[in-house]
């Protein structure tokens, strides 16, 4: 989950970036924001993407995994 994170993290600081280079320097609100909420999820754990990505059901494949492992000793 933390590698998705940082990617769609990245991808938004570059596009906004490229945005604000090429189309209007208020791109760089964009930047601003996700770099906000990294700062203040490092604080708070609370992440908005993450929350996202579990409904979908992105984060639901890693947990079953330690799900299982958790389960299969939990049986022993």
């Known amino acids: 989950m933390e590698m998705i994170i940082r990617r769609f993290a990245g991808t938004f600081v570059l596009l906004s970036l490229l ?3 090429y189309h209007s320097p208020y ?3 964009f930047t601003a ?3 906000f909420n990294l700062l ?3 604080f708070t754990g609370f992440c908005p993407l993450e929350m996202i ?3 979908i059901g992105v984060g639901h ?3 079953c995994c330690a799900g ?3 389960g299969g000793s939990s049986s022993k």
Request: net charge positive; hydrophobic share 50%.
């Open 53 to 55: 990505l579990r409904k």
């Open 68 to 70: 299982s492992k958790a």
């Open 61 to 63: 494949l890693k947990s």
């Open 33 to 35: 924001f996700v770099g």
């Open 40 to 42: 203040q999820s490092s």
């Open 27 to 29: 791109w760089l609100w």
């Open 19 to 21: 945005l604000a280079q």
